[in-house]
């Protein structure tokens, strides 16, 4: 902690971070810093702020967030010149009324306090164009709220408030409206007013259908549906030609309309755990498109438009219906990561060796039991998985796979051309029929976790003993180790 303000007041810097250093007091060295303007002091166990701190005047950013504190205390007042105050995630459970004084506020987060109303001097914050209400203990709708008409990002998840019709005509440049956990059944219709909106989160909500409306959102970049009730997606929000993120996941979803091809900025969609049985083919117009995520659905075929996104990076069709892996999909020469597992596929084609920028291949719980040869031509490939996945989860983003998993289907033997995937880390080949330990291996230098369990193996080779370096290796449930 001492080290963070001498280097502060060596480099003549007027900001200062001791957020998450366990300090249970402010410093009192923090007055040795000249014309400080920016102290954070988040994630401490704070309980007190001394009377001395008001002699730091020249403060504009102060974040007293994730502490012990029970109130704010009256030496804030000092700071006439304060943008910034982020005090969410304390014990506070009501705030003074000389809040309100702090008219050049412009940010202001009361997250996760146990705020059960806001004191009307709070309207006096007129320049506020950040506040974040979320998970208090509000029940109504706070009036004071519709004061902040410069309000670009609003933050009001987790409490069952019933927005105002006119949001658009009190809030004409909000960008942001967050409104995670709120227990909506529908959309307030003054929302389609909300012009500048680029931002609207409404996980975890009861949703049963959208307005067709929702296509006015003319600026409307993401768009955040997860985990509601809808069962369809209207027409309409084929005009959000700005949008660039959709995730629509964990709804029950029977069908796309085909205006979804006018989507012309989206990158990201994400349909995962619908009830679709089929897909419009109108993907060619998702000229941007990076990441289409399908999985958990009743898919039993892919439309080949999918086929024409140039710029997809991630294709996830894991737990369908489908019998075939799709030749097509090697035409995706930007391909980094492919979900096939858990479908009906009982053979590889050789195409696959077309698709060289893959790093994560899942072709688990299907019916394979020869791999082509030409998946040594995958050498950027850092995970193969062939096997069994009960313990994998499907992530909310993109993460990094390392792990080579071939457990789980009927493989007899790999091709000798697995020796060429450098790039491989992890191998997993547990629950096969292998019967001679893959030699393939000594070529694999990267590799770091070996699982050969569950498997035919009688021998094992005369160096075993070098696996022992490996972060972890599993021979068990072979003959060669339990011939009973």
Known sequence: MEEFIQDAIDNGSKELSLAGQGLDHVPPEILDIPGLTYLDLGYNEIDFIPEWLSEVTTLRTLSLEENNLEELPSCLRSFKDLRCLKIGLNQISSLPRWIGEFDHLVKLDLQGCYLEELPKNLAHLTQLSYLDLRSNNLTEFPDVILNFTQLRHLNLSGMPLRLPVSAGEIWPNLERLLLRGSGMSRL????????QLKELDLLNNKLGKLPEWIGEFQNLKSLNLRNNSITNIPLGLGRLNKLEKLDASYNQLQSLPHSIKELKSLEYLDLTENLLTELP??????????????????????????????????????????????????????????????????????????IVKLVHLDLSDNHITILPTTIGNLT????LNLGLTEKLRYPGRVTTFYRHYLGGNKIKALPQEIENLSSLRGLLLGNNLLTNFPNQISHLHHLEVLEVGNNLLTSLPDDVQRFDAFKEFNVSGNPVVDPG
């Open 380 to 383: 950027e490939l850092q995970s």
């Open 281 to 354: 083919d109108a993907f060619e117009g998702l000229i941007k498109l990076k990441h289409l995520r399908l999985s958990v659905n009743q898919l039993t075929d892919l439309p080949r438009s999918i086929g024409s996104l140039k710029e997809l990076e991630e294709l996830s069709v894991d737990s369908n219906q489908l019998k075939q892996f799709h030749k097509w999909v090697a035409q995706l020469s930007e391909l980094r990561i492919l979900r096939y597992s858990r479908n009906g596929i009982e053979e590889i084609p050789d195409e696959i060796g077309e």
């Open 188 to 195: 307030p219709s003054g929302l389609s007013d909300l012009k």
